[in-house]
């Protein structure tokens, strides 16, 4: 039983996981992200990998301007957060790397999961960020495991669990031995 509620744990991981990963690297630094499950989301996605120029601005935001548009769905969130990634209007992509209260409207793109040094990487000016889909095996380090054999598979593109020759997917079905 204890064994069950351990997969339970690593599944929930796994599910989160499921949600599109992507890395951006700026400066040497690489930071992973989790994109916003929404049309914006998956159509930023359908982008990558991208290599922008992304513009300085106010002190708090790097953006660009992409030359097609994406699906909108704006809110105005109030706290913009340091590694908020966000549409303005339907086709500017702004990162973040300052929190601050905000009265514009945004459409939500997603956010950098752990955002600890992005200021620096980005520095003061007009910078060069690259933006891509992260890997399999970059997942493989967030894969909770317990003491039997707990292993992560992606046969394609679709996310599975191996625990004790038996293989699962992420919600937890087991759909083979």
């Known amino acids: 039983m204890k064994h069950f509620f351990t997969l339970l744990a690593a599944m929930s991981t796994m599910t989160i996981m499921a ?23 998956k159509a930023f ?8 120029t ?7 935001e790097k953006y660009h301007y992409l030359s097609s548009s994406l699906p909108t769905d704006s809110y105005t969130p109030g706290t913009i957060h340091t590694g908020d990634l966000m549409l303005y209007g339907n086709n500017c992509v702004v990162l973040f790397y300052e ?17 600890s040094g992005l200021a620096a990487a980005l520095g003061s000016g007009n910078v060069s960020v690259r933006f891509e889909k992260r890997t ?16 992560k598979v992606m046969e394609n ?3 599975y669990i191996k625990h004790q020759e038996m293989k699962y997917n992420v919600q937890g079905t087991k759909v083979s031995k």
């Open 157 to 159: 593109g679709v996310l």
């Open 45 to 52: 996605a359908a982008l990558l990998p991208l290599t922008i």
């Open 19 to 41: 949600q599109t990963s992507i890395t951006i690297t700026v400066g040497g630094q690489t930071f992973a992200a989790t994109l916003a499950d929404s049309e914006t989301g």
């Open 99 to 115: 929190t601050f209260n905000s009265s514009y409207s945004y459409t939500r793109i997603g956010s950098i999961d752990n955002p």
């Open 54 to 60: 992304m513009n300085e601005l106010n002190g708090n």
């Open 136 to 151: 399999s095996t970059d997942l493989t380090q967030n894969v909770q495991r317990d003491n039997a054999t707990c292993t």
